[in-house]
């Protein structure tokens, strides 16, 4: 596809429990603009089982692909014969909710004649602060999520190098647990993050696990075990009478600090390994909700500022799981000529960063990305 003409693509995104579908345009300044980006999340069908549960996922994706499809087209003010090409996510992800997303693209590529693009997620969430604020490759990019943690340098649409992530649980998943344990509502980090504002960060010293490592890879699964402990002190020290507010503010506050100063310090050497590719433009960008989390955020601004790096964090909505992300890697996959045919096939594992040996967390299957 020539970039001298604008690329208006329909992206679909079912890898997990939201169904999504968004309409986005490429004007021939390269500039993006999202005419849709309609997202139905699930999150009601699973609250009773405790998590994502793949067959109800699937058939709920497979009731309301052509829903958000026809919302997303109407919102965009389009048709069919406006677009250039489909877009989906072919993994990595539930296969059964992957397999949803791409049967019906293929359908409506063949059913309107439109070329078909099979899109990486990860690819997605990585490419997306190309689409709200056009970075310039190299950039660093930070994937922070509830599934998902890992430093990728991003050298360009069709080319990612993974610097190290998590080796067990993704930060997301830490802060669930820690609010499970904490007796308080999930998603759990917002309300870690509220009480901990109130808190002393230095009364619990937690683990900061791998600092003594060399390199970026991380691990959160033993905070949860140093959390319960302090609890149960907590609590025997208060003669049984459940948890003292005090003790759980500081808790969270403990918690907190350390999966900061964990992401702070391998965000530093993944600075340094980046820039020693010399980018002309240093960017470092950060995506998944965690990154919602001001705490961790101001770190990672204040790094970037000490490093003369630009901080990008795109707005939450587009920072979790949506399709107009989904539909922008198509537009750069079509700008580079990447089509995909009927034999397009979905992927529950699909690691971003092929020239390394696979690990757990590189477009890990089953927990949302
Ligand atoms: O990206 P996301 O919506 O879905 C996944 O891909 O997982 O991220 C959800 C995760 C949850 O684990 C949630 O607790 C966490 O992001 N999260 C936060 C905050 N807001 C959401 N973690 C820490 N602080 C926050 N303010
Ligand atoms: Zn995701």
Redesign the pocket.
């Known amino acids: 596809m020539p970039d001298d003409r604008p690329i208006t693509l329909l992206g679909i995104e079912s890898s997990c429990d939201d169904t999504s579908a968004a309409i986005v345009r490429r004007g021939i300044d390269g500039r993006a603009e999202i005419l849709s980006n309609i997202v139905s999340g699930q999150t009601d069908l699973h609250a009773a089982y405790g998590g994502v549960v793949p067959e109800i996922a699937a058939r709920a994706h497979a009731e309301k692909l052509d829903v958000v499809t026809e919302a997303a087209l109407a919102e965009a003010a389009c048709d069919l014969h406006d677009l250039n090409a489909v877009a989906v996510t072919a993994g990595p992800g539930l296969i059964g909710g992957v397999l949803s997303g791409v049967m019906f693209a293929k359908g409506l590529a063949l059913g309107a004649n439109l070329p078909l693009i099979g899109v990486n997620h990860l690819a997605g969430h990585a490419l997306t602060p190309r689409l709200t604020d056009g970075l310039m490759f190299p950039y660093l990019m930070l994937i922070v999520?509830?599934?998902?943690c890992q430093f990728l340098l991003v050298e360009a649409a069709d080319r990612f190098h993974r610097l190290g992530g998590t080796i067990d649980d993704a930060p997301?998943?830490a802060?669930?647990k820690t609010a499970k344990l904490l007796a308080l509502p999930q998603?759990?980090?917002?309300e870690?993050?509220k009480l901990a504002g109130d808190g002393d960060p230095t009364r619990f010293r937690f683990p900061r696990p791998l600092l003594d490592r060399p390199g970026c890879d991380m691990s959160f699964s033993g905070l949860k075990t140093a959390l319960l402990r302090a609890r149960d002190a907590c609590i025997a020290d208060a003669g049984g009478a459940g948890l003292p507010a005090t003790d759980r503010t500081d808790l969270c506050a403990g918690f907190q600090a350390a999966i900061a100063d964990v992401l702070e310090e391998k965000s530093r050497r993944a600075v340094e390994l980046y820039l020693n590719a010399r980018p002309a433009e240093p960017s470092f960008a950060v995506a998944?909700?965690?990154a919602?989390?001001g705490a961790i955020r101001r770190r990672l601004q204040d790094l970037s500022d000490r490093n003369g790096l630009r901080f990008v964090a795109p707005p939450l909505k587009l920072?979790?799981?949506n399709a107009a992300m989904i539909a922008w890697a198509g537009i750069e996959a079509a700008l580079l000529g990447r089509y995909d045919d009927m034999t397009l096939s979905a992927r529950p594992r699909w690691p971003l960063d092929t020239t390394q040996a696979a690990m757990l967390g590189s477009g890990k299957k089953g927990a949302?990305?």
């Open positions: 999520s509830g599934g998902h997301g998943e802060f669930d998603p759990g980090g917002p870690v993050e998944g909700g965690v919602a989390n920072c979790t799981d949302k990305a």
